[in-house]
């Protein structure tokens, strides 16, 4: 019998919980201290119940909110994220005092550093190194994090910028720099309590009492065998297997026991006080009450929480795209508008979308737009033309470009190199353009690094980067209505590195092909948690699909009034995100101008065309005055702005 | 938010709940509100009250007999003013008959005809063209002839309303459109139709048609020349009217549009002023059963969104809409069955279909909604009980 709680949104979601043979999807990780959790069920403990993969650490959580696995051996800070998940009960991997695999080190007191590098691959020791800064620093500002590849901090350390490193490097480089601080030692100080790292989380309803207890099995087995798995991690990755032992028997420590789970809750509740996680409860599988439970039990409560900033799990944004009324979303989310633009001013930007060429070889079902490759509609637009468009547009006032076209195949490196560096050189213009599928593609093309491409790009005078192209950032929806597009972590790795090295992009969010909420809910998360790590995200925009002709995807959950529901959504679930735009384009003047009720700030552009969106038949057009009349009408200023968000004109 | 207006939209919300009547000041206030979103949760709460989530459609014809039009009102971008002007088009009994008995769905419960005020036409002509209708498909109902031209032929063929009325009525008419209401007050009407039925001549002749037995609808026309307070005393007026006969099936608001007409340099109403306007005529007519959103003057995702702002009804498929498409609307020109009752699944409502007077030819399943949907209204109805016990 599967158990579920009350008040849990069931994954009807779900698709084939169980691998053949009715078996669970369990997803581990390769690190030495998980060895010891994985023993017993990587040596056939059972086979017959389970089928065990192993994964790249960042691959876990998704693999359970996506529902591409029932059980991961997962960091802590995804069950707030979640907030739907259950523990395993009685294994963990924690430690109680020092761990030396998670530190902070620095040439200065790390409590004196300006600046914290972040080795983003862990969220989890990510919050608790901010936490443990924020105690030391007692109330004075914090620092500048940014996170940065592991190795690049290990070289960058120095001066007034410390680091964090986590695992492998962090036991590789003991000792070498003057100031540490171990992250379990510290924790112990704080709260005398031990550290939890990562449990065995399970997707809700799906471990029966039965399978429960051979998780434990699988951890008594892997402690007796520590030696062996200490000789045999040496073997394969290197490293003295007495210093892999002495880790495992002296550092981690394996129980899911009372003080250890006071711990865990502790740090929830911190972390959840510094706005770093979302509040959660905790369930562990086979148990009918939560161990931890906050106070926000009603929906009522959850919105008012939301609107006051409060940080959203996957199941709190589920529960309110469910369970709240329309406009009580609409409240919240415009509650939540005022507090970050609190002089009731709506922006929106003169720019023009310049579509430059329409020949693509990706063949999206949504898309009514392009051209195959050889197709006699197919088109380039020529410098003439540009010319002329980019004219228009510079003499209406327009402080930007928007560029973008298909996936064309004749298109270089250097053809973009050269149009950019022409345009710039021509047009007192900014240039808004190449969305991440446009990257990939040159990456691809021309066979170099996304950051290669993206700092040449720049160099030729690129100055920011288009959010399009997401879709709905869950590979499950992607593959259906985009098979031949970049996945999901491509896309937010180019947004990544766009980011890292100084560009700001927007995000937007197409739904309403393929997707349920739990996929527009899991986009905003992916959004919201990059975010966290680049701050480079300056809006967000979601619209529906537009299903017309010319289109081969059927049109799935669309409409005004989840439009509106989840634009609202958006802005509750995106604390992090500065601006929420209305797409006026695709929902008309009318619900551009209602939208910022449901959570907007910004009006998007004036648009002078929007060809893939036109092609499949709708058309709006509105110009600065019109766009201005509408805003007012609420009762809003109004601004022009540019790509940054930066007021070109004073409210009025 | 200011101490006055928290004020304003709670007294009311109170009264509501008491079950009292909003004066003309609750209105007027209204419209000043700030608090957009609130005041549609409050018109939601009524329409949820009065018809929980079911929304009314119906498939329906348009048809303009004539659009040759002896008055001039200077918002309509429709007549012309005389017959042989260029675009002046007068249907034969024929053609009309023809387009009825051709129309290609099985399903069409209504025809709805609203025509210019036609200088020579004589009366028995209607009357034919009617009895043509009933003959060629007798199963479907004539809405035709605004209380604007009642009124018309009551003075051009020197009968009273109710003569004329009885006359179509054997004719075959089934009820009056709720056209030609404009703005009833008289300072307002006296600028934009100065030659046609005063506010007072539009009433009478519903009046007429309810104490025949002849059910019709009301409109109002705002967004160009009119106050608030305007807008106010004419709901009020048609409330008035209900009181006297219970005979208005439904209300429904029509934005201004200002292409081809006299009144082009005004700006239209936007949406907001669309969903407000909407909103309030809920909480004011607490008479009227039913407030439509009509797709073809707010734009298909307004009125979907109007679901949740007080209306319960989408008028219906409407083929060959003519008198806001030359204005310059930029709604389709018809949605299909399937269209409407999808606008209203997506809305999370319930579409129902009905004949024009309100009688259901089938009710249909909500959509496969994520559970939790359901527990919305619940939630929301248990608040609003809670609410109600607290006073
Ligand atoms: S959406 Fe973009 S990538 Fe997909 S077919 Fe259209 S132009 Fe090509
Ligand atoms: S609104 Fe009616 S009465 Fe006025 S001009 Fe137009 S058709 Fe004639």
Redesign the pocket.
């Known amino acids: 019998m599967v158990k579920r709680k009350p008040g849990l949104v069931q994954n009807r979601y779900r698709r084939d919980t169980v691998d053949h043979g009715g078996r669970l999807r369990v997803v581990g990780v390769s690190f030495l201290n998980a060895q010891p959790l994985l023993h017993g069920l990587l040596s056939g403990l059972a086979d017959d119940r389970m089928h065990v993969e192993l994964a790249e650490p960042a691959e876990l959580a998704r693999r359970l909110f996506e529902d591409e696995a029932d059980v991961a051996l997962s960091p802590v800070a995804p069950l707030a994220t979640h907030g739907g998940l259950e523990i395993v009960p009685g294994c963990a991997i924690g430690c109680d005092g020092a761990v030396e695999s998670v530190k902070l080190v620095g040439d200065c007191p790390i409590e004196e550093a300006d600046e914290i590098l972040l080795d983003a691959a862990s969220r989890t020791s990510v919050v608790l190194a901010r936490l443990i800064v924020r105690h030391l620093r007692a109330g004075k500002a914090e620092p500048r994090y940014c996170a940065r590849p592991a190795r690049e901090i290990v070289a960058t350390v120095g001066g007034k910028t410390a680091g964090l490193l986590i695992g492998d490097i962090a036991l590789e480089t003991r000792g070498k720099f003057r100031y540490e601080i171990d992250l379990g030692q510290a924790w112990k100080e704080l709260t005398g309590l031990p550290f939890v790292f990562a449990v065995w989380a399970a997707r809700p309803g799906v471990v029966s009492a039965r399978d429960a207890p051979l998780f434990t099995s699988s951890l008594e087995a892997g402690l007796a065998a520590r030696p062996q798995l200490a000789q045999a991690w040496a073997r394969g990755h290197g490293g003295d297997a007495e210093a892999h032992l002495a880790y495992l028997n002296d550092r981690i420590r394996y129980q899911l026991d009372e003080r250890a789970l006071a711990g865990l809750c502790e740090f929830l509740r911190r972390a959840a006080e510094a706005k770093l996680l979302p509040v959660t409860e905790l369930s562990f599988v086979g148990q009918d009450k939560p161990a931890f439970s906050p106070q926000r039990a009603s929906v009522d409560s959850l919105l008012d929480y939301a609107a006051d900033g409060g940080r959203l799990s996957f199941q709190d944004a589920m529960r309110l795209a469910s369970e709240a009324d329309t406009h009580e979303l609409g409240l919240a989310a415009d509650a939540r508008r005022r507090t970050l633009h609190p002089e009731g001013v709506v922006t929106y930007i003169v720019d023009r979308n310049v579509n430059y060429t329409n020949v693509c070889t990706t063949s999206c079902r949504f898309c009514a737009f392009y051209r195959p490759v050889g197709h006699e509609e197919g088109y380039v637009l020529t410098r003439e033309q540009l010319t002329q468009k980019i004219e228009e547009t510079v003499a209406a006032g327009g402080v930007q470009i928007l560029l973008q076209g298909g996936l064309n195949p004749a298109l270089h490196l250097e053809w973009y190199e050269d149009l950019f560096r022409w345009i710039k050189a021509t047009f007192p213009i900014k240039l808004h353009a190449l969305s991440p599928e446009e990257i990939w593609h040159l990456v691809r093309l021309e066979d170099l690094t996304v950051q290669d491409v993206l700092t040449r790009l720049r160099a030729a005078g690129l100055d920011s980067l288009p959010g399009g192209g997401a879709e709905v950032l869950t590979d499950r929806v992607r593959a259906k209505i985009a098979k031949a597009k970049c996945t999901s972590a491509e896309w937010l790795e180019v947004m990544r590195v766009a980011h890292r090295i100084g560009m700001r992009t927007t995000a937007t969010m197409m739904f309403g092909t393929a997707d349920t909420q739990a996929d527009r809910v899991l986009h905003m998360l992916k959004v919201r948690e990059l975010q966290d790590e680049t701050g480079g995200f300056t809006a967000f925009i979601a619209w529906d699909y537009q299903h017309d002709v010319g289109t081969r995807q059927v049109a799935g959950e669309t409409g005004t009034v989840l439009y509106l529901r989840t634009q609202a959504l958006s802005r509750l679930v995106l604390d992090n995100v500065p601006n929420i735009q209305t797409s006026w384009v695709t929902q008309g003047p009318g619900i551009g101008q209602i939208g910022l009720r449901y959570g907007a700030n910004d009006m998007g552009s004036t648009m002078f065309e929007e060809n893939v969106v036109s092609s499949a038949g709708t058309t709006f057009g509105m110009d600065a005055a019109q766009i201005e009349r509408h805003a007012r009408a609420l009762g809003f200023k109004v601004a022009q702005r540019n790509m940054r968000y930066e007021r070109l004109t004073v409210p009025a | 938010m200011t101490a006055r207006t928290a004020g304003t939209l709670d007294a009311i919300e109170a009264k509501l709940q008491a079950g009292e009547r909003l004066s003309y000041d609750d209105g007027c206030a209204l419209f000043l509100e700030p608090d957009f979103l609130r005041l549609g949760m409050l018109a939601n709460q009524v329409r949820e009250d009065k018809h929980g989530d079911r929304t009314f459609f119906n498939v329906n014809m348009r048809f303009e007999a004539t659009n040759v039009?002896e008055?001039?009102?200077s918002f309509?971008a429709?007549?012309k003013l005389k017959e042989g002007a260029a675009g002046a088009h007068t249907t034969t009994h024929e053609a009309a008959w023809k387009e009825l008995a051709e129309h290609p769905d099985p399903r069409l419960t209504e025809l709805h005809m609203v025509n210019?005020?036609h200088p020579t036409l004589p009366f028995e002509w209607y009357e034919e063209l009617l009895r043509g209708w009933k003959r060629v498909r007798p199963g479907v109902h004539l809405k035709c002839f605004t209380g604007?031209e009642i009124h018309f032929f009551a003075q051009k063929f020197g009968m009273t309303h109710e003569a004329v009325l009885t006359r179509l009525r054997a004719a075959g008419l089934g009820s009056l459109p709720g056209g030609?209401a404009e703005i009833l007050h008289p300072d307002v009407r006296q600028r934009i139709?100065t030659d046609?039925a005063n506010g007072d001549e539009y009433l009478a002749a519903h009046r007429a048609a309810h104490k025949l037995g002849i059910p019709s609808n009301c409109t109002m026309l705002y967004g160009h020349i009119e106050t608030f307070e305007h807008r106010v005393d004419h709901l009020l007026r048609l409330r008035d009217l209900q009181d006297e006969t219970q005979g208005f099936q439904c209300f429904i608001p029509l934005a201004f549009h200002n292409e081809n007409n006299s009144l082009r340099k005004l700006p239209e109403p936007t949406a907001v002023d669309s969903l407000r306007t909407l909103a309030i005529s809920r909480l004011l007519l607490d008479n009227i059963p039913h407030i439509k959103a009509y797709w073809v003057s707010m734009g298909v995702p307004t009125a979907q969104i109007a679901l949740r702002f007080g209306a319960d009804d989408l008028d219906g498929t409407i083929i060959h809409e003519s008198i806001y498409h030359s204005a310059g609307s930029r709604a389709p020109m018809a949605l299909s069955r399937d269209e409407l009752v999808r606008l209203i699944r997506e809305a999370g409502r319930i579409p129902v279909e009905r004949d024009t007077i309100y009688g259901v030819v089938e009710e249909l399943p909500r959509a496969a909604v994520p559970e939790g949907a359901l527990k919305v209204r619940d939630r929301m109805a248990r608040k609003r009980s809670l609410a109600l016990a607290g006073n």
Do not use: E, I, T, Y
Request: proline content about 0%; overall charge positive; glycine content about 16%.
């Open positions: 039009c008055a001039s009102c309509c429709f007549a210019g005020l604007v030609g139709a046609k």
